[in-house]
Every structure is written in structure tokens, then in C-alpha cells.
């Protein structure tokens, strides 16, 4: 091969950073730099009312691992994501497949799925605290019929969580949806034609075709949904508070009380490291666990 058809890669300029130079700086300075302040704040007693900073070490991760209340939000969240994320990949993927068609009914229901998607958390908190009023909500009202009355769900311990996480199912199920359809679309259409051919019944499709044919969708929606329901806040803040006796405390909410109600901006940074860590190892796991299924 001589020189000249030996490819040769393009010489770097300074004049193409400036295209990339908002973003790089808007990138470190909204993300980067708050991640590593936070770091270094999780191991001082950091007074944010006052101002004070003083270096104490692993103190506050002793604090943090011993408080119950910190304890309880660790589980409630990993509660609140075992609830939404399957229901968001399972539910999403079955809308999608009923609404894949080139049909004005199907559009119509697509768009009222996702019209819920660009509504503000305080909007879909109010519609739901009402739908969940204990004597004139509408839940209620559709309990009257079969006899059962005063069911309070966001006052009971034992339901308040899940009826938030139904909350969170119907606010938030039409980008899953969107997304399983972008990637149902593009399945070429022979495909199912060799297989209604071969007499392959729609389970049969359904698990040897669409489903290894979407997978690397069915792996982004679930990661996203990881990611996504570790960190809810909103509707727990607005509709419940972190109650009833701390049952649907997250750990954000955590955070958030601990950074700007009680002030304790280390102590709230040291629960932000721990939160960011579960989140990286569980996105990571599932990514993993995907792969490995590829390869098999």
C-alpha cells in the first residue's frame, strides 16, 4: 500500500471546540461541579443556614446507616421501583403493541396516552388526591356501587405507597409507550409474514420475534425507569408528604428535608452519594443482566 492511499485522520482545530463549548460548559458547571461539591460536602458538617463548614469525616455515612428514618426511605424507594419500573416496561410494551396500527382510533389513543406525559407534577397530584378522596372521590364513588365504603388510601400505611405508584404509572406510562412503538416500527414487516407462513401462533411472534427484535428498547425504557423512579419526589411530597408514619418516605424527599428544612447540608450530601451509587449499580446490574441474556 503506498503512502498515498494510506488513510489519514482529519488534524484537530480549536475552531471545532466551539461547537461543542456551551454544552461542555453547561455540562461541568450544572452537573460535574455539583456532583464533586456535593462529594466533598458529604464528608463535613455543613451548616446551610449558617454557613459553616468543618471537615468530620466519615461521620455523617455513620449517622446516616444508623437513622432509621433514612433506613425506611432506602426501602420504601427500592419498594416504589419494584412497583413502577415492571409495570412501566411490562404495561408500556402491551399499549404499544394494541396501538400499532395505522388507524385514526389507534392515533387517537395514542395521543390521550401521552397527553398525561406532559402534565406538571402538581396538575396530576391534584387530579389524583381528588380521585382518591376517602368519602366523595371518585374511586369511591365507583366503589359505592359494590358496597364498599371509606377506603382511604393515602392515609393507610399499607396502600399509600402503591397508590402512588399508580399515580406515578398513569402520569409517566406514555414515553415508555412511544418509544416501544418507534422501535415496533421498525420491525420489518416480512418478518411476520415468514412467520404467519410457518403457522407460528402470536405468543409464538410475539417471544421469538418482537420481543428479541426490541430488546435493546426493552433494556433503554427499564434503565430509564430505573433511573427515573429512584429519584421521585413530586407526587410523594405533594399527595402524602413522606407519610403516613413515614411509609411513603423516599429517599430524596430525605434529601430534601435534611438539606433545607433541617439545614444539614452534609448529612443531606452523604444521603445524595448513597442514593447516586444505588441508582449507578442498579442501572449497571440491569445492563449487565441484558448483555448476558444477548449472549445466550
Do not use: C
Not at 92 to 117: D, H, K, P, V, Y
Amino acid at each position: 500500500m503506498t503512502a498515498a492511499a494510506t488513510p489519514r485522520l482529519k488534524s484537530w482545530s480549536w475552531t471545532e471546540l466551539l461547537f461543542v463549548a456551551p454544552y461542555l460548559l453547561l455540562y461541568v458547571v450544572f452537573l460535574v461541579y455539583p456532583l464533586g461539591l456535593g462529594f466533598i460536602m458529604s464528608f463535613q458538617y455543613f451548616d446551610l443556614f449558617a454557613g459553616q463548614a468543618e471537615f468530620i469525616g466519615l461521620e455523617n455515612y455513620q449517622q446516616l446507616f444508623s437513622d432509621r428514618i433514612f433506613q425506611g426511605a432506602v426501602v420504601n424507594t427500592f419498594k416504589f421501583v419494584i412497583f413502577t419500573v415492571p409495570t412501566f416496561v411490562a404495561l408500556g410494551l402491551l399499549i404499544a403493541l394494541a396501538l400499532n396500527r395505522q388507524t385514526w382510533w389507534a392515533a387517537t389513543l395514542r395521543t390521550l396516552f401521552f397527553a398525561s406525559n406532559v402534565l406538571s407534577v402538581t396538575i396530576v397530584t391534584l387530579i389524583w388526591r381528588a380521585v382518591y378522596l376517602p368519602q366523595k372521590g371518585l374511586l369511591q364513588n365507583f366503589l359505592d356501587v359494590f358496597g364498599i365504603q371509606n377506603i382511604a388510601l393515602l392515609q393507610d400505611p399499607n396502600w399509600a405507597l402503591q397508590a402512588i405508584a399508580v399515580t406515578t404509572i398513569w402520569w409517566g406510562i406514555g414515553l415508555p409507550m412511544v418509544l416501544f412503538l418507534a422501535a415496533l416500527q421498525q420491525i420489518p414487516g416480512e418478518i411476520y409474514e415468514a412467520a404467519e407462513l410457518d403457522n407460528a401462533s402470536p405468543w409464538q411472534t410475539l417471544w421469538h420475534i418482537t420481543i428479541p427484535s426490541i430488546w435493546r428498547t426493552v433494556v433503554l425504557v427499564t434503565i430509564i425507569q430505573i433511573i427515573a423512579q429512584f429519584q421521585v419526589f413530586g407526587q410523594i411530597n405533594l399527595m402524602t408528604a413522606g407519610g403516613p408514619n413515614n411509609s411513603t418516605r423516599s429517599m430524596v424527599q430525605f434529601v430534601y428535608e435534611a438539606g433545607f428544612r433541617q439545614w444539614t447540608a452534609g448529612f443531606a450530601s452523604a444521603a445524595a452519594q448513597v442514593l447516586f451509587v444505588i441508582m449507578i449499580v442498579a442501572a449497571g446490574l440491569q445492563f449487565w443482566v441484558s448483555r448476558r441474556k444477548q449472549e445466550f
